[in-house]
């Protein structure tokens, strides 16, 4: 047996969701904020540079999902990794496709660097996932 609570040597994990969480147990190491991600760094809830890994998996285009991961931006540590899928939310694929690329843009002047950008497998059709690194 592993012990009672495998997940401790995990360190923190901050879920950040507005939305109930049912997890069975409920692992110690997690801190449920309950409310929208912007919110959450905005007031504190999650601190300043605490973050080393961020993943979003939102159903929002990706003009949104990116507008709402840099407002994330301050609770990254440096060198931290971003994980996240480019949902076609959009008035169809162009604007879709467009969207990405704009994103993608984005995070560059905003300090990442691309690491990969693919359609995974665990993607449907209209999804990609892009992964980078914020480098400040």
């Given amino acids: 047996e592993r012990g009672k ?22 692992p110690t ?13 905005a007031d504190g ?3 300043a540079n605490d973050v080393s890994l961020l993943v979003c998996d939102a ?3 990706p003009e949104l999902v990116t507008n709402i991961l840099l407002e994330a931006k301050p609770a990254l540590r440096r060198g931290a990794f971003l994980v996240t899928t480019f949902k076609n939310f959009c008035r ?3 604007e879709w496709r467009r969207q990405m690329t704009a994103a993608r843009a984005r995070f560059r002047r905003e300090g990442f660097e691309e ?9 449907c ?3 990609f996932t892009y992964v ?3 480098k400040q």
Wanted: hydrophobic fraction near 45%; charged fraction near 20%; glycine fraction near 6%.
């Fill in 125 to 127: 059709a209209q999804e």
């Fill in 5 to 26: 609570d495998t997940f401790n040597s995990a360190g923190r994990v901050w879920a950040v969701d507005p939305g109930d969480l049912e997890l069975r147990p409920f």
């Fill in 29 to 41: 190491n997690v801190a449920h904020v309950k409310k929208k991600a912007e919110l959450a760094v």
């Fill in 115 to 123: 690491m990969a950008f693919f359609h995974s497998f665990a993607n």
């Fill in 92 to 94: 169809g694929y162009v």
């Fill in 132 to 134: 980078a690194r914020f």
């Fill in 45 to 47: 809830s999650v601190p």
């Fill in 59 to 61: 159903n929002g285009s």
